[in-house]
Nanobody, 111 residues
């Protein structure tokens, strides 16, 4: 069974950093495109970044230059390094591959 498990969320101040992790299991993910999404309370789910299996990395315009997506194929883990967190607001971050979603990890704005 394919499973994605996020971790690394927490409380952060504006300007701070966090690194989120998404551990994948159930199959070989070396040929998978893995996405990060986020959802703030009362808002629609929003695309954040994607790590393509051929090395492509794409970002939402609002996080370009501050967020970085990467993967460790030996661990089947995808990371989202978030720097200079501005008023992103409290949101849950989810990783996704096709129809598979993790349970999410919450990032809380302390301001």
């Amino acid at each position: 069974q394919v499973q994605l498990v996020e971790s690394g969320g927490g409380t952060v101040q504006p300007g701070g950093s966090l690194r989120l992790s998404c551990a994948a299991s159930g199959r070989n993910f070396s040929d998978a495109n893995i996405n990060w999404y986020r959802r703030a309370p009362g808002r629609e789910r929003e695309f954040v970044a994607v790590s393509g299996y051929l090395g492509t990395k794409l970002y939402h315009q609002s996080v370009k230059g501050r967020f970085s997506i990467s993967r460790d194929t030996s661990k089947d883990t995808i990371y989202l390094q978030m720097n200079d967190l501005k008023r992103e607001g409290t949101a849950s971050y989810y990783c996704n591959e096709l129809e598979c979603w993790g349970q999410g990890t919450q990032v809380t704005d302390s301001s």
